[in-house]
């Protein structure tokens, strides 16, 4: 028993490991990926709570340090809606 939960924790890990390695190979030269916001006045940091409704970039929600929306995200195919009409077309 104990064993296999200790291979279960380290495939885990490793799935874990190559899956937000994934999310960058998606990314092109003009596009970032969005780990912190600080804004700073005067070199003063500011609270971002007082700034929340001027914010409209929102950062990456990590799961275990993973960011699984934004590896979601990258997975979607582009031209979903083409498909989806397609499909229709067919019917």
């Known amino acids: 028993m104990n064993r296999n939960l200790i291979k ?22 003009n596009q970032i990926i969005l780990k912190n916001i600080d804004i700073s006045l005067n070199e003063k940091l500011i609270k971002s709570d007082s700034l929340n409704p001027l914010i409209t970039i929102k950062e990456n929600s990590r799961i275990l340090g993973v960011p699984f929306p934004a590896l979601l995200g990258s997975t979607a195919k582009l031209e979903s809606d083409s498909l989806f009409e397609d499909w229709l077309n067919t019917k």
């Open 8 to 29: 279960i924790n380290l495939l885990i890990i490793v799935l874990a490991f190559f899956s937000s390695c994934n999310l960058t190979k998606e990314i092109e030269k």
